[in-house]
């Protein structure tokens, strides 16, 4: 892959979280892949592990099209047989997943299955640069050339095309002169904890409050999630910035408070915040790269679809890819035309949820999301 000071690759994937793997396991066996990324430990950020651990029951189809089921279930993450909401009135509604032909979803522990993701990557044959920050981003020929910065030196990089992996805020599409259209101002602030021991259920939690939203989930090795949702311009977004006063919001929460206390969850210090509104980016692809996962699709948490999203469409870019390494003109372009109606289909089924929550119509977070 070295050739005359210059690393050469077929496909450069700028970052490596679970997009960017599933697309360089895919594409490994068969062109030559690196894969950069600007952290070294997966899924942290500032020391404490991301949110985004939901995986839906259609994800065994996916992993199993990409030979990793199996591999997958040796990890150990715990599944999650359905979920408790209290949404659209103040009854608790339950549903479960026992009628679903692919099982149960799964509670990721984060840092591991990202972690597992980059392992399989470089055991297919992927190359992996951590960390590493590119510098430019330039047209060579038909191809790029890269100037990147890893462990304070600077590598020239050729390659034949580019993967913008990057999530909501990566700013390597707009470079190739793409637009990404963000849908609402969604905020998500987080904290971590602990269940007592024995007290813990395979179920998730949403409840809705007059200025968002709550959801929690557990985790594998007796650990918890609790977060909050709301808009990045409300008064309420300071508490989700804050571990402490997100807490202190949460005893207000009546259902999802009393379920926590029954679990005997106790808040570990661990915790953060993050964008979480929907966006889309057009193109997802052009002359020589595209985008997967989050820098091409965006999903609102409430559609439990981030993870799934970021699988899917690493897979279907890297069979796009290889096409278009092999010659195919119509394979990147067809990609991007491929997950419009994906786009579609998700801002239809996030509107009919919202819009199942009526009580607060003269709340800014719900009259925005109001559906007529």
Request: proline share 6%.
């Amino acid at each position: 892959m070295i050739h005359a000071g210059v690393i050469e690759a077929d496909a450069v994937v700028v970052g490596a979280g679970p997009a960017g793997a599933a697309f360089a396991l895919n594409l490994a066996p068969l062109h030559r892949v690196l894969v950069l990324d600007r952290r070294d430990s997966p899924a942290l950020r500032n020391g404490v592990s991301r949110i985004g651990e939901s995986l839906a029951p259609a994800a065994r189809r996916l992993l199993a099209d990409m030979g990793l089921w199996e591999s997958f279930l040796a990890e150990g993450h715990s599944p999650c047989h359905g979920g408790r909401s209290v949404w659209g009135g103040p009854l608790l509604v339950e549903a479960d997943n026992l009628r679903d032909l692919d099982g149960p979803g799964w509670h990721l522990d984060r840092s591991r299955f990202d972690g597992w993701l980059r392992r399989v990557a470089a055991s297919r044959g992927a190359a992996l640069l951590v960390p590493a920050q590119p510098l430019s981003v330039d047209r060579a020929g038909e191809g790029w050339l890269l100037e990147v910065e890893t462990a304070g030196r600077r590598i020239p990089i050729r390659a034949r095309l580019l993967v913008d992996a990057g999530g909501r805020g990566s700013p390597l599409a707009k470079r190739f002169g793409a637009r990404r259209t963000v849908s609402d101002r969604l905020v998500c602030g987080w904290s971590h904890g602990f269940d007592a021991p024995g007290r813990q259920s395979g179920l998730t939690w949403i409840e809705a409050e007059p200025d968002g939203w709550w959801y929690s989930a557990p985790l594998p090795a007796g650990r918890r999630v609790v977060a909050f949702h709301t808009d990045a311009d409300l008064d309420a977004a300071a508490d989700a910035r804050d571990a402490a006063s997100l807490l202190r919001r949460l005893s207000g929460c009546t259902v999802l408070a009393d379920s926590l206390r029954a679990c005997g969850f106790e808040p570990d210090g661990q915790g953060g915040f993050c964008a979480a509104h929907s966006s889309s980016l057009s193109p997802a692809s052009g002359d020589g790269w595209l985008a997967v996962g989050d820098a091409a699709l965006g999903f609102d948490p409430l559609s439990s679809q981030g993870i799934f999203n970021a699988l899917y469409t690493g897979l279907a870019a890297a069979e796009a890819a290889d096409r278009h390494l092999s010659g195919d003109p119509a394979a990147l372009p067809g990609y991007a035309a491929g997950l419009t109606p994906i786009h579609d289909a998700y801002r239809a089924h996030l509107h009919a949820w919202y819009g199942l929550e009526r009580r607060w119509q003269d709340r800014p977070f719900w009259r925005r999301r109001l559906v007529e």
